[in-house]
């Protein structure tokens, strides 16, 4: 290490004796030039103190950005707002399961990403990734949790059971106790999504079913959870939430009833509040007009503020056993709400959830219109094609229509949130562009590579549209790019379709094997699995252009 040494040859101060001494009193009084030059020095030197310690403070305090940054500002060139937490959950692990698990995580992390900063220039929330796994009585890591490591998702281990059955109580008439265990699809194992609460290190944590897709960046909703109210970015965000809103939100904080208009403003309700929590409604799993009123949460997207003191009063409303039977809606259900058996999984997430956001915690919980967040592709109208009114039916094609043909006749009815009018949420009809999440239960999973000839409603363009942006989104990862076509069976005379810019459906002649599809299904049924790999351990150049 170098140190430093004075130069040979150096000036010699003077001695202090040979400067000739003076009175300062007298040398202020008798020098205007030095009395101006002092003042002017003092001043400088004051300043100069000043400044810097107003700088050194600007230094240390942490401004938000401008409200123009959130819209226009590129991520690449700034660091991002928060990290989000994305969850996804396990409730078992089969054969079934592990045999596409790896494809459906690797491109629902995929789609978070091209969605998230850095890569996507208008986003500026960055994505860490979560799985949660029910415990194993061994220990170890059970197989899918294995897959979903290599697909880049960090395994959480959650304890098994969530909730001890044994320790529910049993207030008279109550029936939770007794019914959770069967309930909806996974039974009290879908309560596991609630660990997402838990995601403490997150000021935002969102759960996703696997068979999701994101397909935009969903910024206009993380700003107004990040920003306060009382702030101008704050107050921008609550004003653009009003896009995004269902429109039953409004009715129900009005009057309680979604089929109701409102007598207050979509900005009275928004301006100042404090969003804790954003999901979607299954509208689709309701039977009548007066269900309606008490509709059960969609469990694949749920957007929340972790906090374990959120999570441990869920649990003890689980706990407390009031759950009772019935199906009308009325005083049944959690807490004799009406949130009750007539919902799908009423005992566990859809039910519970729903008696929560829209009872316990409707001042800061919001309904999102269901056609932007969790497309589903689904009527907004009841059809005439079945005689049970849950059956999904989409809304016949102008072209397929015969009039001599019950089998292609049938029309749509009343609208299922109960409104006079609801051509805002036909979700088969929503333009894509403005689908932030899609969900892939009414349109069936990609990898199943369904014919592509069957063509009778709306919503099977829409479906073929969203299936081709999940293969889109699998040909951005490393290794996945190299499919080819020349492989594809089929002919190149189906009826391919598309929406023309009035939102009608549009055909042509080719292969849809290579148009929906890109070329990973090589005819029907015949889908081209990804190789399980380490996904991080792959080069990553792929950069989004908007």
């Known amino acids: 290490m170098s140190s430093f040494s004075p130069p040979a040859t150096s000036t010699t101060v003077p001695s202090p004796s040979i400067y000739p001494k003076h009175n300062s009193r007298q040398l202020w009084r008798c020098s205007p030039t030095l009395r101006k030059l002092a003042i002017a020095s003092l001043f400088l030197l004051t300043n100069l103190i000043r400044w810097e310690t107003q700088d050194s403070t600007l230094s240390s305090v942490s401004f938000p950005p401008s409200s123009s940054s959130i819209a226009s500002t590129s991520s690449s060139s700034s660091l991002p707002l928060a990290t989000v937490a994305y969850a996804i959950s396990i409730t078992s692990c089969n054969f079934k399961l592990t045999r596409r698990l790896f494809d459906g995580a690797a491109v629902l992390k995929r789609s978070i990403e091209l969605n998230s900063w850095p890569k996507h220039p208008h986003s500026r929330y960055a994505s860490n990734f979560y799985a949660l796994v029910l415990k194993q009585d061994d220990g170890e890591l059970d197989e899918c949790s ?66 999701t897709l994101v397909l935009h960046p969903m910024d206009e909703l993380y700003n107004a959870m990040h920003f306060n109210s009382d702030t101008v970015e704050g107050k921008q965000a609550r004003m653009k939430l009003g ?214 409603t709306y919503k099977e363009p829409m479906c073929y549209a969203m299936l081709r942006e999940w293969f889109r989104v699998r040909k951005t990862l490393f290794g996945e790019e190299r499919i080819s076509l020349d492989d594809v069976n089929g002919p190149d005379n189906d009826t391919v379709t598309e929406f023309g810019m009035d939102g009608e459906v549009l055909t042509h002649k080719g292969n849809c094997y290579k148009e929906y599809f890109l070329g990973y299904c090589q005819g029907e049924g015949n889908y081209v699995a990804m190789a399980n790999r380490n996904i991080s351990a792959f080069p990553d150049h792929y950069e989004v252009v908007v």
Request: charged share 20%; with cysteine.
């Open 146 to 211: 294995k897959i979903l490591q290599l697909a880049g998702w960090e395994v959480l281990l959650q304890d098994n059971p969530i909730v001890y059955t044994n320790l529910i109580k049993e207030p008279e008439g109550s029936s939770l106790k007794a019914g959770i265990g069967g309930d909806g699809c996974c039974g009290d194992k879908e309560l596991i999504k609630l660990a997402t609460y838990k995601l403490t290190n997150h000021p935002i944590a969102v759960h996703l079913d696997l068979d």
């Open 243 to 456: 896009e995004v809103v269902a429109p039953t939100y409004l009715n129900r904080r009005s009057s309680g009833n979604p089929a109701m208009d409102a007598n207050i403003t979509m900005e009275s309700i928004l301006s100042n509040m404090t969003v804790n929590a954003y999901f979607t409604k299954d509208y689709n799993m309701i039977g009548s007009y007066r269900h309606a009123q008490r509709v059960g949460v969609q469990g694949g997207f749920l957007v929340v503020r972790p906090s374990v003191a959120t999570y441990t009063s869920i649990l003890e409303l689980i706990y407390s056993g009031e759950f009772y039977p019935g199906h009308d809606a009325g005083e049944t259900g959690w807490f004799k709400s009406g949130y009750g058996r007539h919902i799908w999984g009423s005992l566990t997430i859809q039910g519970l959830m729903a008696y929560y956001f829209d009872v316990l915690e409707i001042q800061h919980s919001i309904e999102l219109n269901r056609c932007r967040y969790n497309n589903i592709a689904d009527n907004a109208r009841v059809s005439t094609f079945a005689n049970n009114p849950k059956y999904p039916r989409g809304t016949l094609l102008p072209f397929v229509r015969d009039e001599s043909n019950p089998r292609y006749n049938f029309v749509d009815t009343t609208c299922r949130d109960s409104r006079e009018s609801c051509d805002d949420v036909d979700c088969q009809r929503f333009p894509l562009e403005k689908v932030r999440l899609s969900h892939f239960t009414y349109c069936k999973m990609p990898w199943r590579c369904s014919p592509c000839s069957y063509l009778e």
